[in-house]
């Protein structure tokens, strides 16, 4: 933010409503990083806040001034901070090790002190923050499912920071509730649920998503586990993929279940469930004596990107009367593609979906949702009807009182970026982000198909944007003992990983999975990424690692 359009340019040193201002280089506030480009070294009038403490601004009686100031100062921070993420050129860290950001780096101290520090100590404070940290926005990252930096879902983040309230009642989140309820209601007719009134709640991640979906599954088998708990229900078993979301084990562990509980079902070589190995193990948990009540699918599995093949599977649950909850944490964005969503067919039959759009969708973190087909299980399941919230004689329709529908009290608005993101882009300018992610997805594929020292982790055409392959130094070749060449090679993406953070290049995340040794996942959520940039990180892993 430059003042002078604004109006708020005094002369160095000059005194205006009261406060001292001074002319300064804006390395002072930004940072003079290496990879700074010439425009950020222009020099910028700026209020001088060594001696202004958070107690000066409002509401403080004459903090106005101040706060304004102070508060366009940390938006210049973010901006530039932005400008640099979308420069494919800036570094995407600065990476430190973790000792040497507990000691301290360059009067960047993470301690905390009795005395107050003055704003501008906080204004150095919030710039080093995010100079130190990960730049998820920038093109060339590619470590998570959800990256991305979109404007104005930051702007919907802000908005949301400032109105700084609770969802739990509609009488301090009117606007937020009906937004919550318009968008579950969309997000029901794109599963395909028809007329059905909208019942679902936004969460604080996939994993509580699921775990939302497991609880009410449970409750509707077994509706007295809510007062009587787990000792007068039957030894119950779920079942998921083998290449599910560890969240399910977690829930299981949570829930009282046990992970022991949760059968793991065989996948095909492509990581989908095999629907006649989950009709199997169901069998054979009856014979045993075991009582079913719920599978869950997954539709987008995090490292494959498999989707399970959700028809045959709704078909057994619906033989075998159990709940069918789909995790399409990260897969469901596709339903957002005319031209993809059929990989997810079978989803409107499902009791509950898992979806974040802060992963295909780009929406800023955090943004989950998870969606019960049938109305009222959630707050029968949840309801705890405290008082001082839910009074029953409000002077409004309490339904829009939807925080007993949770398992927390206090709740984060995750909606109104969503809200704002799908007004600025319409469902078909998801549909266009969603379909580019894709061709890059299939980019990647064929040019790894023809290159040497790269091999596929499976040879098939990318279903959602996930691309697994190994990176084979040459040395490699010569190995001819095929147990020490995967010892070898699974030491190779971890060093070339390493490198890359060191070097601050880019970002990719590698894993070992069932019998494969580690190899990379490249997974494709980000909207700044062109070609260009995928090019760039087959050249990088070639040249970090043509040597190991
Ligand atoms: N909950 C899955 C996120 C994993 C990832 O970003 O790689």
Redesign the pocket.
């Known amino acids: 933010m430059d003042f002078r359009e604004h109006g708020f340019v005094s002369q160095p040193g000059v005194e205006l409503h009261g406060v001292q201002r001074r002319k300064k280089s804006i390395c002072d506030v930004q940072g003079c990083e290496e990879d700074m480009g010439k425009e950020d070294n222009i020099e910028s009038f700026m209020t001088d806040f060594s001696n202004v403490y958070a107690s000066d601004l409002l509401p403080s009686k004459h903090g106005g001034e101040f706060t304004e100031q102070f508060l366009l100062e940390v938006v210049d921070i973010l901006l530039h901070y932005i400008r640099k993420t979308f420069d494919e050129k800036s570094k995407i860290l600065d990476f430190h090790y973790p000792h040497q950001l507990l000691e301290g780096l360059d009067g960047f101290n993470l301690e905390l002190s009795d005395q107050p520090e003055p704003l501008e100590q906080l204004l150095v404070d919030c710039r080093d923050t995010l100079k130190y940290g990960v730049k998820t926005g920038h093109p060339r990252f590619f470590n998570?499912?959800?990256s991305g930096l979109d404007i104005i879902g930051v702007a919907g983040e802000w908005l949301t920071a400032t109105a700084n309230t609770n969802m739990f009642t509609y009488e301090i989140s009117p606007v937020f509730i009906v937004m919550e309820m318009i968008l579950l209601k969309k997000m029901h007719e794109i599963i395909g649920w028809g007329e059905t009134e909208a019942d679902g709640i936004f969460s604080p991640g996939?994993s509580i998503s699921n775990l939302y979906s497991i609880l009410v599954a449970r409750y509707k088998k077994f509706p007295e586990i809510k007062t009587k708990g787990m000792a007068v229900l039957p030894h119950i078993v779920l079942f998921v993929s083998e290449h599910s979301?560890y969240s399910i084990k977690k829930i299981a562990a949570v829930l009282g279940i046990g992970t022991d509980n949760v059968i793991e079902v065989k996948c095909d070589e492509r990581g989908k469930m095999i629907p006649l190995e989950l009709e199997k193990n169901i069998l054979q948990a009856k014979k045993m004596g075991l009582t079913p009540f719920c599978v869950s699918a997954t539709a987008g599995t995090?490292v494959y990107g498999a989707f399970d093949p959700l028809d045959n599977i709704a078909d057994i649950c619906e033989q075998h009367n159990l709940w069918m909850h789909v995790d399409a944490?990260w897969g469901g964005g596709l339903l957002m593609s005319k031209k993809h969503s059929y990989k997810l067919h079978g989803i409107e039959r499902a009791d509950s979906v898992t979806w974040n759009p802060h992963k295909l969708m780009g929406v800023p973190l955090q943004c989950s949702v998870v969606l019960i087909r049938e109305m009222g299980l959630l707050k029968s399941c949840n309801q705890m009807c405290a008082e001082y919230l839910f009074q029953p004689d409000k002077h409004y329709d309490i339904g829009y009182d939807t925080g007993d529908k949770t398992i927390q009290c206090g709740r984060h608005v995750d909606i109104f970026k969503l809200w704002l993101m799908w007004k600025a882009k319409g469902t078909y300018g998801f549909e266009v982000q969603i379909n580019k992610f894709m061709e890059l997805a299939d980019y990647l594929y064929k040019i790894l198909k023809k290159k040497e020292n790269f091999e596929l982790v499976f040879d098939a055409e990318p279903e959602l944007t996930n691309v697994c392959f190994w990176y084979i130094p040459p040395r490699l070749k010569s190995i001819s003992n095929e147990y020490e060449r995967q010892q070898e090679l699974q030491k190779i993406a971890p060093k070339i990983k390493a490198m890359m953070i060191e070097g601050g290049t880019t970002m990719i995340?590698y894993q070992p999975h069932g019998d494969k040794v580690n190899f990379f996942r490249m997974v494709f959520s980000n909207p700044a990424t062109k070609q260009s940039d995928v090019d760039f990180l087959i050249d990088e892993i070639e040249r970090l690692g043509k040597a190991l």
């Open positions: 998570q499912l959800s996939g979301h995090t944490a995340s």
